[in-house]
């Protein structure tokens, strides 16, 4: 019965066994694997021929040349000129005349007035207007009406000065024939009577005219003041029609028709696509590499294409945090420049020198860059070559050739 249950454990040991030889050959075999153990090698340290009558390849001789060191700076393209466009005033918005994408022109340089893009109710500004100028008219009434009774009383004054030169005048002759006694007392009595009424005719006529002079003074003031209301009625009424800043395109727009409008409330945003830039920020360290005014190489990776761009301004300020100062470059009107595109600008850092050879010299083995170098005496030897930035036909090479080496171009 033992030996039965010695055979069973046994067996059971063995199976497990063989469970973990085949798992540890898998396991070696993959790593084998992985680590190109079953790949055709290739050989790169023998040459191809070793004959000294060896047909001569086209070649190329490896030289060194000296390109500009460029500091790559990255930003985004902003429009010259960007706007939120508000309302003035709280109104309903009646009607919207644009949609997000429509061009609109702003009216400079005298092209026409500028584009309507929404409309807002105007009925309670426009009772407004009315009523403004009809206080207006009311107060002009009361003006005219003053000015006619100034003209009516400044006649009454001119009639009363000349009737108290005649009593004036009377009463001085009544004064002398009193003296003389050809008039008795009640004759003077009389004239003194008729001068001191008809001086106290005039000086209330005179003052009668001071009074509307002042009304007309005071009326004239009204005026001016419902002048400036009936003004600012009709401003508000020109603030009921939205229109648009400058030339431009509708980037978005927030309200619809219906929709209730107020004061600082953005309802349409416009920019001028053709006035392009990219909004760059500068590290410290190139600020003595650039000046206003430089001519700099921006690549726009989205649209796979490089523009002459001008550095037009450069903010004086350096953000703490982050030890950058913002620049504007300018970039030429392009319809493909799209707001909020992703841009690198290239700042000149001096020059630096690398050897180089044909981009046809270079030939790829899976991840590998190789060259065939040319010895006269040796013939033909493959090498592998780290490979640089390109510079048209040319390419840049890091490590594996030295100046004056030949390569074998196809």
């Keep these: 019965m033992s ?21 540890v050959v898998t396991l070696v075999g993959l790593m084998v694997w992985l680590a190109g153990g079953f790949a055709r090698k290739v050989d790169t340290g023998r040459p191809e021929s070793t004959s000294p009558m060896e047909e001569r390849p086209k070649t190329a001789r490896v030289e060194r040349r000296s390109f500009p060191l460029l500091m790559e700076q990255v930003g985004t393209v902003r429009a010259q000129s960007e706007a939120q ?28 007035p500028a584009a309507i893009l929404a409309v807002l109710d105007d009925a309670e500004i426009q009772a407004r207007v009315a009523q403004a100028e009809a206080q207006r008219a009311a107060v002009e009434k009361g003006v005219e009406i003053a000015r006619a009774r100034l003209v009516s009383t400044r006649a009454q004054v001119e009639s009363a000065r000349a009737n108290r030169e005649r009593v004036v005048s009377d009463h001085r002759r009544t004064e002398g024939l009193h003296r003389d006694r050809a008039a008795t007392g009640q004759q003077l009595e009389h004239a003194r009577a008729q001068k001191d009424m008809v001086e106290a005719q005039l ?17 004239l ?19 009921t029609v939205i229109r648009a800043p400058f030339s431009g395109k509708v980037l978005g727009k927030t309200v619809d028709v219906g929709d209730m409008a107020a004061p600082g409330q953005p309802l349409f945003y416009l920019d001028s696509p053709l006035r392009p830039e990219l909004h760059v920020h500068l590290s410290e360290s190139v600020l003595p590499s650039v000046l206003v005014g430089q001519e700099l190489d921006v690549r726009i990776d989205a649209l796979g294409r490089s523009f002459s761009g001008k550095l037009r301004e450069i903010q004086p300020r350096s953000d703490p945090a982050t030890r950058t100062l913002l620049a504007r470059v300018s970039l030429p009107p392009d319809r493909e420049l799209v707001n909020g595109m ?3 600008v290239q700042i000149p850092q001096g020059e630096y020198d690398s050897v180089v050879v044909p981009k046809g010299a270079l030939q790829e083995v899976g991840q590998l860059t190789l060259v065939t170098v040319w010895h006269p005496h040796r013939g033909k030897e493959r090498r592998f070559v780290t490979p640089g930035p390109g510079h048209g ?18």
Excluded: Y
């Design 203 to 219: 000086r209330a006529l005179l003052k009668e005219a001071q009074a509307a002079e002042s009304d007309i003074g005071r009326s």
């Design 3 to 23: 030996e039965r249950s010695d055979q069973k454990k046994m067996g059971r040991f063995s199976r497990e066994a063989l469970k973990i030889a085949a798992v």
């Design 85 to 112: 466009v508000s309302s003035r005033i709280m109104a309903q918005v009646k009607e919207i005349r644009v949609r997000e994408g429509d061009l609109v022109t702003g009216g400079e340089g005298g092209g026409g």
């Design 393 to 410: 036909e040319l390419v840049e090479i890091l490590s594996g050739l030295d100046e004056g080496e030949e390569v074998v171009v196809p």
């Design 221 to 239: 003031a009204q005026l001016r003041q419902m002048d400036a209301a009936v003004s600012e009625a009709r401003s508000m009424l020109d603030h």
């Design 342 to 344: 992703f841009g690198r």
